[in-house]
């Protein structure tokens, strides 16, 4: 199939109903089912590439201001579109199917130098309708109503199968997958085996009331998701089922050592650390995951793992047995999901923000390994949180590990041309940043009173808290507060103000 093809095909049943959709893509259903099906229900992987990132890439190869191009995008309502309209006509191209869904899925990222230009060279042969399209799905955006959900009734139709069988393929495979089983007569396997992707089961935002009341309590750690299998090898694949093991050669070594000789699949977060084991903002993991250079990835982002399921052990599938029975299971890894059995949801959310992670999984005991499922099994539980810059006011050293650093800070708000206390931080410093603030609170210091030095309002911090308080007193106070981040491009005049947090109230 050319691509000119798959783009008349697209423009020809954009507006039309599921169903002639789906009647139509039957009838022309391609030899080339594979890089069709990937395409068409965007089982394509990340080409971290950004609408701004593609706008500079079209503007460069166009020869054109972005000014005209965002014209176009205001006429004709989306990139594809205006690019149908904006440029001169030309021939099609004799791009197939194929080659394009190689551009698709190549990596955008800018230390890929090379991306841009294998861009331009395809994209200035092609006419417009293979540029609208090209465009719509290289942005992952393609608007003709054509998803995952319409490709599965597409291949029951195609291949005469129900849709419930292949509902159920797809928690063990993708859809491109399926239909090459399908294509060579044969059924999808079902049975668990290392190297063979689960679509993992996932967690959904559930009412405190319907939490369910055998559960079990899990930090929720903010990392990405990673599925490692163990046979011979270790394998690692990322939440879409690509395999990515060559990024993490530090966890391939953590977890060959292990003293666990049967082969198994867990289900795990890899999450990004400071130097002093404490989770690291989830941004650190870009690094991690993008970088080129993996050695020079595992110094910048170290990494911690957390085990928190098992699928299979020993050849065994365990995805039909409730969690409390799994349990036994993952009992036998090490780093371990820090949990707790305990109902006292307060406390132990509060450990978990007080150590720096996300907030918690409320687990189902009864539960199965509802792969590909989000379900009301794992509940998670993650409130709002409010973000407030505020000014450093006094500090106290702390104690053990941290006698020697400033530790506790005394913290306020504007109010008119004076300050309102809002009570104190002492979490999410990282040893860095306890150094830097004690060097720094040392030169700001007016006196001190029972072991608190009062500072000169100067430095700023970014905290964040769940709850703003007030006590009898009329004495304003936050709940979990942690540091965010010290704000030293941020002026003391430009801090929040005593409004602010009432309006936050
Ligand atoms: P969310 O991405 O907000 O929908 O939250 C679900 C995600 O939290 C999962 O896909 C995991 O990547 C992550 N996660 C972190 N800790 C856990 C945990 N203990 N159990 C399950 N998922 C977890």
Redesign the pocket.
């Known amino acids: 199939m050319k691509w000119i093809e798959f783009s008349r095909l697209n423009q020809a049943i954009e507006g039309l109903t599921p169903n002639k959709k789906i009647r139509i893509l039957a009838k022309d259903y391609p030899e080339q089912y594979l890089p069709f099906i990937e395409i068409l229900s965007l089982e394509l992987p990340i080409n971290n590439l950004a609408s701004k990132k593609a706008m500079k890439w079209i503007t460069n190869t166009l020869e054109v201001f972005d000014e005209e191009i965002e014209e176009a995008i205001y006429i004709h309502g989306d990139i594809g579109e205006a690019m149908y309209h904006f440029t001169e006509d030309k021939v099609d191209s004799d791009f197939g199917i194929s080659q394009v869904h190689r551009f698709l899925c190549m990596d955008c990222n800018k230390s890929n130098g090379d991306s841009f230009l294998i861009f331009k060279n395809a994209f200035e042969i092609m006419s417009p309708l293979e540029k609208k399209w090209f465009l719509r799905y290289w942005l992952r955006t393609p608007r003709n109503g054509i998803n995952a959900g319409l490709v599965k009734k597409l291949l029951a139709k195609v291949y005469d199968k129900k849709e419930v069988d292949i509902k159920q393929h797809t928690q063990l495979h993708s859809l491109a997958d399926i239909a090459s089983y399908y294509d060579r007569d044969e059924t999808p396997p079902n049975d668990l085996k290392v190297g063979r992707y689960i679509a993992?089961m996932?967690?959904r935002v559930v009412p405190k009331e319907k939490w369910p009341s055998l559960c079990i309590l899990?930090?929720?750690?903010d990392g990405?998701?990673y599925q490692i299998h163990k046979g011979d090898s270790v394998l690692i694949f990322n939440r879409k089922g690509k395999v990515v093991t060559e990024k993490f050669p530090d966890i391939v070594q953590a977890v060959t050592s292990w003293e666990i000789i049967e082969p198994f699949i867990i289900d795990t977060?890899i999450y990004p650390i400071e130097s002093d084991g404490k989770p690291a903002p989830f941004k650190k993991m870009g690094t991690r995951i993008h970088s080129k250079n993996v050695q020079e990835a595992i110094e910048k982002c170290p990494v911690k793992l957390?085990v928190?399921d098992c699928m299979m052990f020993n050849d065994e599938n365990l995805m039909d047995l409730p969690l409390s029975k799994r349990l036994d299971i993952i009992n036998k890894f090490p780093d371990l999901?820090s949990r707790s059995s305990q109902e006292q949801y307060d406390v132990f959310y509060n450990l978990a923000i007080n150590d720096g992670y996300e907030g918690i999984?409320i687990k189902d005991l009864n539960a199965l390994y509802e792969s590909g499922k989000r379900s009301v099994s794992?509940a998670?539980y993650?409130p709002p949180r409010f973000e407030l810059d505020v000014v450093i006011t006094g500090v106290r050293y702390g104690e053990g590990k941290r006698a020697t650093v400033f530790s506790s800070y005394d913290i306020a708000v504007k109010h008119n041309n004076d300050f309102i206390s809002i009570g104190s931080v002492g979490t999410g410093f990282s040893e860095i940043d306890l150094i830097y603030l004690t060097n720094e609170a040392k030169k700001l210091i007016l006196s001190v009173s029972n072991g608190t030095h009062s500072l000169s309002p100067r430095m700023v911090l970014e905290v964040t808290c769940d709850l703003i308080t007030k006590d009898s007193k009329g004495n304003f106070g936050l709940r979990f507060p942690r540091l965010l981040r010290i704000r030293h491009d941020k002026p003391v005049s430009e801090i929040n103000t005593l409004e602010d947090v009432k309006n936050l109230m």
Do not use: H, I, S, V
Request: glycine letters at 6%.
């Open positions: 993992p996932l967690a899990e930090y929720k750690y990405a998701r977060e957390g928190f999901t999984m794992w998670k993650k």
